[in-house]
Protein backbone atom coordinates (compact mmCIF):
# COMPACT_ATOMS: atom_id res chain seq x y z
CA UNK A 1 0.00 0.00 0.00
CA UNK A 2 3.34 2.61 0.56
CA UNK A 3 4.03 1.50 -2.91
CA UNK A 4 0.55 2.91 -4.64
CA UNK A 5 0.75 5.71 -2.10
CA UNK A 6 4.09 6.79 -3.85
CA UNK A 7 2.46 6.18 -7.21
CA UNK A 8 -0.69 8.18 -6.47
CA UNK A 9 1.95 11.09 -5.08
CA UNK A 10 4.01 10.93 -7.83
CA UNK A 11 0.64 12.80 -10.12
CA UNK A 12 -1.44 14.37 -7.07
CA UNK A 13 1.44 16.14 -5.23
CA UNK A 14 1.61 17.50 -1.86
CA UNK A 15 -1.86 15.96 -0.75
CA UNK A 16 -0.85 12.66 1.26
CA UNK A 17 -4.11 12.62 3.12
CA UNK A 18 -6.27 12.15 0.47
CA UNK A 19 -4.01 9.92 -1.33
CA UNK A 20 -4.24 7.99 2.14
CA UNK A 21 -8.55 8.33 2.29
CA UNK A 22 -8.34 6.61 -1.14
CA UNK A 23 -6.12 3.48 -0.04
CA UNK A 24 -8.69 3.25 3.62
CA UNK A 25 -11.63 3.10 0.88
CA UNK A 26 -9.97 0.46 -0.98
CA UNK A 27 -8.73 -1.71 1.73
CA UNK A 28 -12.55 -1.06 3.24
CA UNK A 29 -14.38 -2.87 0.06
CA UNK A 30 -16.00 1.25 -0.54
CA UNK A 31 -16.37 3.90 -3.02
CA UNK A 32 -14.62 7.26 -3.40
CA UNK A 33 -16.43 10.42 -4.20
CA UNK A 34 -14.15 13.13 -5.13
CA UNK A 35 -15.95 16.43 -5.15
CA UNK A 36 -13.99 19.73 -5.67
CA UNK A 37 -13.67 22.71 -7.82
CA UNK A 38 -12.00 22.09 -11.79
CA UNK A 39 -8.70 21.51 -11.86
CA UNK A 40 -7.20 20.69 -8.57
CA UNK A 41 -6.56 16.69 -9.65
CA UNK A 42 -10.14 14.86 -9.11
CA UNK A 43 -9.67 12.84 -12.64
CA UNK A 44 -5.84 12.82 -11.92
CA UNK A 45 -6.64 10.79 -8.52
CA UNK A 46 -8.92 8.31 -9.74
CA UNK A 47 -6.60 7.32 -12.68
CA UNK A 48 -3.70 7.65 -11.01
CA UNK A 49 -4.84 5.30 -8.27
CA UNK A 50 -6.63 2.85 -10.90
CA UNK A 51 -3.04 2.82 -12.92
CA UNK A 52 -1.19 1.52 -9.88
CA UNK A 53 -2.91 -1.27 -9.57
CA UNK A 54 -2.70 -4.00 -12.10
CA UNK A 55 -6.10 -5.34 -13.03
CA UNK A 56 -9.03 -4.50 -15.38
CA UNK A 57 -10.47 -0.41 -15.59
CA UNK A 58 -13.03 1.62 -17.42
CA UNK A 59 -13.69 4.93 -17.62
CA UNK A 60 -17.79 6.22 -17.96
CA UNK A 61 -17.86 9.66 -19.10
CA UNK A 62 -21.10 10.89 -17.52
CA UNK A 63 -23.15 13.54 -19.84
CA UNK A 64 -27.22 14.16 -19.76
CA UNK A 65 -27.69 11.77 -22.32
CA UNK A 66 -26.20 8.51 -20.82
CA UNK A 67 -28.42 5.86 -20.73
CA UNK A 68 -28.35 3.38 -17.91
CA UNK A 69 -27.88 0.36 -20.44
CA UNK A 70 -24.09 2.59 -21.17
CA UNK A 71 -23.18 1.71 -18.07
CA UNK A 72 -24.63 -1.66 -17.09
CA UNK A 73 -24.56 -3.33 -20.20
CA UNK A 74 -27.42 -4.66 -22.73
CA UNK A 75 -28.85 -7.82 -24.27
CA UNK A 76 -28.42 -7.82 -28.16
CA UNK A 77 -30.21 -10.35 -30.49
CA UNK A 78 -27.81 -12.96 -31.90
CA UNK A 79 -29.31 -13.57 -35.51
CA UNK A 80 -27.05 -16.57 -35.76
CA UNK A 81 -27.89 -18.09 -32.48
CA UNK A 82 -31.50 -17.25 -32.52
CA UNK A 83 -31.25 -15.65 -28.90
CA UNK A 84 -30.13 -12.96 -26.72
CA UNK A 85 -26.45 -12.52 -25.44
CA UNK A 86 -25.38 -9.92 -22.85
CA UNK A 87 -23.10 -7.42 -23.55
CA UNK A 88 -21.34 -6.19 -20.58
CA UNK A 89 -20.68 -2.54 -19.86
CA UNK A 90 -17.92 -0.57 -17.92
CA UNK A 91 -18.83 -1.06 -15.00
CA UNK A 92 -17.50 -4.67 -15.47
CA UNK A 93 -13.91 -3.64 -14.22
CA UNK A 94 -12.17 -4.21 -11.03
CA UNK A 95 -11.94 0.06 -10.89
CA UNK A 96 -14.84 2.01 -12.42
CA UNK A 97 -13.72 5.77 -12.73
CA UNK A 98 -16.63 7.70 -13.12
CA UNK A 99 -16.40 11.80 -14.29
CA UNK A 100 -18.45 14.28 -13.27
CA UNK A 101 -21.44 11.99 -12.27
CA UNK A 102 -23.78 14.46 -11.49
CA UNK A 103 -24.12 15.61 -15.35
CA UNK A 104 -25.90 12.42 -15.91
CA UNK A 105 -29.69 11.84 -15.35
CA UNK A 106 -30.73 10.55 -11.77
CA UNK A 107 -32.09 7.06 -14.02
CA UNK A 108 -28.65 6.74 -15.10
CA UNK A 109 -27.40 7.55 -11.29
CA UNK A 110 -29.25 4.77 -10.23
CA UNK A 111 -28.16 2.31 -12.63
CA UNK A 112 -24.85 2.35 -10.29
CA UNK A 113 -26.86 1.26 -7.22
CA UNK A 114 -27.39 -2.29 -7.29
CA UNK A 115 -23.40 -2.51 -7.93
CA UNK A 116 -22.13 -0.40 -5.59
CA UNK A 117 -24.19 -1.92 -2.34
CA UNK A 118 -24.57 -5.52 -4.03
CA UNK A 119 -21.54 -5.90 -6.31
CA UNK A 120 -23.76 -7.33 -8.94
CA UNK A 121 -25.62 -5.99 -12.01
CA UNK A 122 -29.32 -7.17 -13.39
CA UNK A 123 -30.69 -6.96 -16.20
CA UNK A 124 -33.70 -8.25 -18.25
CA UNK A 125 -34.09 -10.74 -14.76
CA UNK A 126 -30.50 -12.29 -14.91
CA UNK A 127 -28.15 -11.30 -12.44
CA UNK A 128 -24.59 -10.83 -13.05
CA UNK A 129 -21.22 -10.97 -10.57
CA UNK A 130 -18.73 -8.20 -10.39
CA UNK A 131 -14.96 -9.62 -9.87
CA UNK A 132 -13.33 -8.63 -6.86
CA UNK A 133 -11.65 -6.44 -6.00
CA UNK A 134 -14.80 -3.88 -7.06
CA UNK A 135 -14.43 0.21 -6.70
CA UNK A 136 -16.24 3.15 -7.72
CA UNK A 137 -14.52 5.95 -8.09
CA UNK A 138 -16.17 9.04 -9.27
CA UNK A 139 -15.35 12.84 -9.47
CA UNK A 140 -18.16 15.90 -9.55
CA UNK A 141 -17.95 19.87 -9.10
CA UNK A 142 -20.06 21.95 -6.48
CA UNK A 143 -20.05 24.52 -7.93
CA UNK A 144 -21.43 24.58 -11.52
CA UNK A 145 -24.51 23.46 -10.88
CA UNK A 146 -25.46 24.20 -14.30
CA UNK A 147 -26.87 20.73 -16.10
CA UNK A 148 -26.08 18.89 -13.08
CA UNK A 149 -28.13 16.53 -11.12
CA UNK A 150 -27.36 16.76 -7.50
CA UNK A 151 -26.95 12.59 -6.14
CA UNK A 152 -30.08 11.81 -4.12
CA UNK A 153 -29.24 10.69 -0.87
CA UNK A 154 -29.49 6.67 -1.64
CA UNK A 155 -26.70 7.07 -4.09
CA UNK A 156 -24.50 9.12 -1.43
CA UNK A 157 -25.03 6.61 1.50
CA UNK A 158 -23.17 4.01 -0.99
CA UNK A 159 -20.47 5.88 -1.12
CA UNK A 160 -17.84 5.24 1.36
CA UNK A 161 -16.18 8.20 1.81
CA UNK A 162 -16.04 12.30 0.27
CA UNK A 163 -12.99 13.74 -0.41
CA UNK A 164 -12.05 17.30 -1.44
CA UNK A 165 -8.63 17.85 -2.61
CA UNK A 166 -8.17 21.40 -2.38
CA UNK A 167 -5.53 23.45 -3.72
CA UNK A 168 -2.08 22.93 -2.83
CA UNK A 169 0.39 25.15 -1.08
CA UNK A 170 2.76 26.80 -3.09
CA UNK A 171 5.50 24.52 -2.69
CA UNK A 172 3.62 21.80 -3.99
CA UNK A 173 2.05 23.91 -6.90
CA UNK A 174 5.73 25.15 -7.77
CA UNK A 175 7.07 21.15 -7.55
CA UNK A 176 4.17 20.34 -9.71
CA UNK A 177 5.24 23.04 -12.31
CA UNK A 178 8.75 21.66 -12.26
CA UNK A 179 7.60 18.08 -12.86
CA UNK A 180 4.54 18.33 -14.98
CA UNK A 181 4.96 21.01 -17.24
CA UNK A 182 7.22 19.06 -19.82
CA UNK A 183 5.53 15.50 -19.72
CA UNK A 184 2.33 13.95 -17.79
CA UNK A 185 3.20 11.78 -15.01
CA UNK A 186 0.27 9.69 -15.42
CA UNK A 187 1.74 7.90 -18.96
CA UNK A 188 4.73 7.16 -16.89
CA UNK A 189 2.61 5.23 -13.82
CA UNK A 190 3.07 1.53 -13.90
CA UNK A 191 1.55 -0.66 -11.76
CA UNK A 192 3.10 -1.60 -8.62
CA UNK A 193 0.27 -4.03 -7.25
CA UNK A 194 -2.49 -6.10 -8.57
CA UNK A 195 -6.22 -7.63 -8.15
CA UNK A 196 -5.07 -10.59 -6.29
CA UNK A 197 -2.77 -8.73 -3.92
CA UNK A 198 -5.66 -6.21 -2.78
CA UNK A 199 -7.54 -9.11 -2.15
CA UNK A 200 -5.32 -10.54 0.19
CA UNK A 201 -5.11 -7.43 1.41
CA UNK A 202 -8.60 -6.28 2.11
CA UNK A 203 -9.11 -9.76 3.72
CA UNK A 204 -6.60 -9.12 6.19
CA UNK A 205 -8.33 -6.19 6.72
CA UNK A 206 -11.62 -7.27 7.81
CA UNK A 207 -9.46 -9.48 10.50
CA UNK A 208 -8.20 -6.36 11.98
CA UNK A 209 -8.97 -6.44 15.75
CA UNK A 210 -12.04 -4.10 17.22
CA UNK A 211 -12.49 -3.98 20.71
CA UNK A 212 -16.50 -4.05 22.33
CA UNK A 213 -15.97 -0.80 23.41
CA UNK A 214 -14.36 1.13 20.64
CA UNK A 215 -17.39 -0.77 18.19
CA UNK A 216 -19.62 0.73 20.51
CA UNK A 217 -18.17 4.04 20.12
CA UNK A 218 -18.86 4.13 16.66
CA UNK A 219 -22.26 3.00 17.29
CA UNK A 220 -22.55 6.26 19.48
CA UNK A 221 -20.89 8.97 16.75
CA UNK A 222 -23.21 7.26 14.60
CA UNK A 223 -26.48 7.68 16.98
CA UNK A 224 -25.38 10.94 17.81
CA UNK A 225 -25.74 12.24 14.54
CA UNK A 226 -29.47 11.58 14.71
CA UNK A 227 -29.85 13.61 17.24
CA UNK A 228 -28.17 17.01 16.38
CA UNK A 229 -31.18 20.19 15.85
CA UNK A 230 -28.92 21.16 12.70
CA UNK A 231 -29.44 17.87 11.35
CA UNK A 232 -32.28 17.26 9.14
CA UNK A 233 -31.66 13.03 8.13
CA UNK A 234 -28.74 11.75 10.56
CA UNK A 235 -26.19 8.78 9.80
CA UNK A 236 -27.83 5.53 8.21
CA UNK A 237 -26.89 2.25 9.49
CA UNK A 238 -24.89 1.23 6.82
CA UNK A 239 -23.17 4.14 7.66
CA UNK A 240 -21.75 2.92 10.92
CA UNK A 241 -20.63 -0.45 9.04
CA UNK A 242 -18.95 1.79 6.38
CA UNK A 243 -16.88 3.57 9.47
CA UNK A 244 -16.21 0.60 10.97
CA UNK A 245 -14.66 -1.07 8.03
CA UNK A 246 -12.72 2.41 7.35
CA UNK A 247 -11.49 2.44 10.71
CA UNK A 248 -10.03 -1.23 10.21
CA UNK A 249 -8.31 0.09 6.93
CA UNK A 250 -6.76 3.14 8.92
CA UNK A 251 -5.50 0.80 11.68
CA UNK A 252 -3.84 -1.42 8.94
CA UNK A 253 -2.21 1.47 6.86
CA UNK A 254 -0.79 2.55 10.59
CA UNK A 255 0.61 -0.28 10.97
CA UNK A 256 -1.60 -2.08 13.72
CA UNK A 257 -3.66 -5.25 13.95
CA UNK A 258 -6.12 -3.57 16.24
CA UNK A 259 -8.24 -0.39 16.17
CA UNK A 260 -8.18 2.47 18.52
CA UNK A 261 -10.47 5.62 18.88
CA UNK A 262 -8.12 8.24 17.06
CA UNK A 263 -9.08 6.03 14.07
CA UNK A 264 -11.91 6.58 13.90
CA UNK A 265 -11.81 10.26 14.39
CA UNK A 266 -9.23 10.31 11.70
CA UNK A 267 -12.17 8.61 9.19
CA UNK A 268 -15.40 10.40 10.56
CA UNK A 269 -15.83 13.03 8.34
CA UNK A 270 -14.66 11.65 5.52
CA UNK A 271 -17.05 8.60 5.97
CA UNK A 272 -20.23 10.74 7.24
CA UNK A 273 -20.23 14.16 6.59
CA UNK A 274 -21.33 14.18 3.04
CA UNK A 275 -24.38 11.40 3.90
CA UNK A 276 -25.96 13.85 6.51
CA UNK A 277 -28.78 16.04 5.60
CA UNK A 278 -28.75 19.87 6.94
CA UNK A 279 -32.01 22.28 8.28
CA UNK A 280 -32.67 25.41 6.18
CA UNK A 281 -31.76 27.02 9.64
CA UNK A 282 -28.17 25.42 9.49
CA UNK A 283 -27.67 26.46 6.08
CA UNK A 284 -28.81 30.15 6.86
CA UNK A 285 -25.80 30.19 9.81
CA UNK A 286 -23.39 28.77 7.20
CA UNK A 287 -23.08 25.48 9.06
CA UNK A 288 -21.77 22.76 7.25
CA UNK A 289 -21.80 18.66 7.93
CA UNK A 290 -18.07 18.48 8.28
CA UNK A 291 -18.32 21.25 11.70
CA UNK A 292 -21.61 19.32 12.93
CA UNK A 293 -19.34 15.89 12.71
CA UNK A 294 -16.55 17.66 14.21
CA UNK A 295 -18.86 19.08 17.28
CA UNK A 296 -20.16 15.29 17.90
CA UNK A 297 -16.52 14.36 17.94
CA UNK A 298 -15.87 16.50 20.28
CA UNK A 299 -19.07 15.74 22.41
CA UNK A 300 -19.54 11.77 22.48
CA UNK A 301 -17.17 10.39 25.05
CA UNK A 302 -14.32 8.92 24.11
CA UNK A 303 -13.71 5.01 25.21
CA UNK A 304 -10.84 5.49 28.32
CA UNK A 305 -7.86 3.09 28.30
CA UNK A 306 -7.23 -0.44 28.69
CA UNK A 307 -6.63 -3.68 27.50
CA UNK A 308 -9.63 -4.07 25.58
CA UNK A 309 -9.28 -0.47 23.81
CA UNK A 310 -5.50 -0.39 23.33
CA UNK A 311 -5.17 -3.49 21.75
CA UNK A 312 -3.44 -5.77 23.84
CA UNK A 313 -6.77 -8.30 24.59
CA UNK A 314 -7.69 -10.31 21.67
CA UNK A 315 -10.49 -12.07 21.01
Not at 67 to 92: A, C, H, K, W
Not at 171 to 197: F, I, R, Y
Not at 282 to 309: I, K
Amino acid sequence: MRRIAGNVERVLVGKPDVVRIALVTLLAEGHLLVEDVPGVGKTSLAKALARSIDCTVSRIQFTPDLLPSDVTGVSIYNRQTGGFEFRPGPVFANIVVGDEINRASPKTQSALLECMEEQQVTVDTSTYTLDDPFMVIATQNPIEMEGTYALPEAQRDRFTARVSIGYPDQQAELAMVDEHSGHNPLHELEPVSDAATVVRLIHLVRRVHMAPEVRRYAVDIVAATRQVPEIRLGGSPRSTLQLVRAARAQAALSGRDYVVPDDLHAVAIPVLAHRLVLTTEAHAARRSATDVVRAVLHRVPVPQGGPAVNGQARR
